[in-house]
T-cell receptor
Framework: RKEVEQDPGPFNVPEGATVAFNCTYS??????FFWYRQDCRKEPKLLMSVYSSGNEDGRFTAQLNRASQYISLLIRDSKLSDSATYLC???????????FGAGTQVVVTP | DTGVSQNPRHKITKRGQNVTFRCDPISEHNRLYWYRQTLGQGPEFLTY????????KSRLLSDRFSAERPKGSFSTLEIQRTEQGDSAMYLCASSVRGSSYEQYFGPGTRLTVT
């Protein structure tokens, strides 16, 4: 079993619609959680950290469910520029060795 | 530009040659990480420095791989006797202690071994 698992997609989303997807992680002792965005052949860029209480950044909302060991990302009012691969990232230890999922591809269509 | 920088951006080498990559982290970041990413996968952790000390190495880092951060600033990753399986994107990231380990990535070095 992979340490961080994601649905690879693609999620095809009409512009202006809402899309949501999850990832699951295996290490219940994981310390911190993130969503990164990666465009084709580019480096991952930090989208947002995920807090236990859930957090929102503009059109993006992240949720953490420690009991079920999953993290979710919701994108509202999707823009064409939101087309990318979204990487679910878990920090299982206390010094920053990040574990990445393989990514969920989102394609926003006009 | 005050982000993480990496050089070269692309490297094509023949099997058996040695290659070296450089990473310059964000200036106030004391933690530096190397990852490797292959097509369709997320980045995989290779090694980690806090200042000049290399504190963790992945089992992925065979004895052909060596990394240094001699003065706690820039870092180098060397691969000796390259193999075709080493072809990947090599990513460097840096972070500040106490920032919940939010890591910021450089543009990567894409290695192709022919």
């Amino acid at each position: 079993r992979k340490e961080v698992e994601q649905d690879p997609g693609p999620f095809n989303v009409p512009e202006g619609a809402t899309v949501a997807f999850n990832c699951t992680y295996s290490n219940s002792a994981s310390q911190s959680f993130f969503w990164y965005r990666q465009d084709c052949r580019k480096e991952p860029k930090l989208l947002m950290s995920v807090y236990s209480s859930g957090n929102e950044d503009g059109r993006f909302t992240a949720q953490l469910n420690r009991a079920s060991q999953y993290i979710s990302l919701l994108i509202r009012d999707s823009k064409l520029s939101d087309s990318a691969t979204y990487l679910c990232v878990v920090n299982p230890v206390n010094w920053g060795k990040l574990q990445f999922g393989a990514g969920t591809q989102v394609v926003v269509t006009p | 530009d005050t982000g993480v920088s990496q050089n070269p951006r692309h490297k094509i080498t023949k099997r058996g040659q040695n290659v070296t990559f450089r990473c310059d982290p964000i200036s106030e970041h004391n933690r530096l990480y190397w990852y490797r990413q292959t097509l369709g996968q997320g980045p995989e952790f290779l090694t980690y420095f806090q200042n000049e000390a290399q504190l963790e190495k992945s089992r992925l880092l065979s004895d052909r791989f060596s990394a240094e951060r001699p003065k706690g600033s820039f870092s180098t990753l060397e691969i000796q006797r390259t193999e075709q399986g080493d072809s990947a994107m090599y990513l460097c990231a840096s972070s500040v202690r106490g920032s919940s380990y939010e890591q910021y990535f450089g543009p990567g070095t894409r290695l192709t071994v022919t």
